[in-house]
């Protein structure tokens, strides 16, 4: 048996935060802004995740009005997620992603992503693709007020 989930994250860039996509720390100037560590990759994997399973979605199974996230790293909330699918006797066949950033330039940092998921999702990272997009200067991304990330997942039970 199959499941697909869809995911998709998105948060504003900000002064004097780290940048951590795909729990990989990224030199940038600007991190993004949020209850956690904002990791806009993870968030949009969790939610893709959390809907093949029709668990919902971060906001209901990590409240930002929970002060237990505060600053927390979203690798260990990934882990949580995929505890949560496994229960439900899923394992993740693949996953598919998107990264939209207008800068920094993503390329050398994908594969460190890549290896950082296939462990929190205990799977190969055969079955991880992360891609990163610029969106040629238009819209929150391409006018760098922020980052956006789109998540597919195929569970197989």
Not at 2 to 12: K, L, S, T, V
Not at 30 to 43: E, F, P, Q, R, T
Not at 82 to 99: C, E, F, H, M, W
Not at 102 to 126: C, G, H, N
Request: glycine share 12%; with cysteine; charged share 25%.
């Amino acid at each position: 048996m199959f499941r697909i989930g869809f995911g998709y994250d998105a948060h504003r860039l900000i002064e004097g935060r780290p940048l951590i996509l795909g729990g990989v720390a990224v030199p940038y100037e600007k991190g993004l802004d949020g209850h956690s560590d904002a990791d806009v990759l993870i968030h949009a994997i969790i939610d893709a995740l959390l809907g093949a399973i029709g668990e919902g979605d971060i906001g209901k199974a990590f409240p930002d009005t929970d002060p237990k996230y505060l600053g927390c790293d979203s690798r260990m909330l990934l882990r949580e997620t995929i505890a949560l699918v496994l229960s439900k006797g899923y394992q993740v066949g693949n996953l598919d992603s998107t990264i939209c950033a207008q800068e920094p330039k993503l390329r050398p940092y994908i594969d460190s992503m890549r290896s950082f998921l296939a462990v929190d999702l205990l799977t190969d990272i055969a079955n991880i693709s992360i891609k990163a997009k610029t969106e040629e200067g238009m819209g929150i991304t391409g006018t760098k007020e922020g980052m956006t990330a789109h998540a597919v997942v195929l569970l197989e039970k």
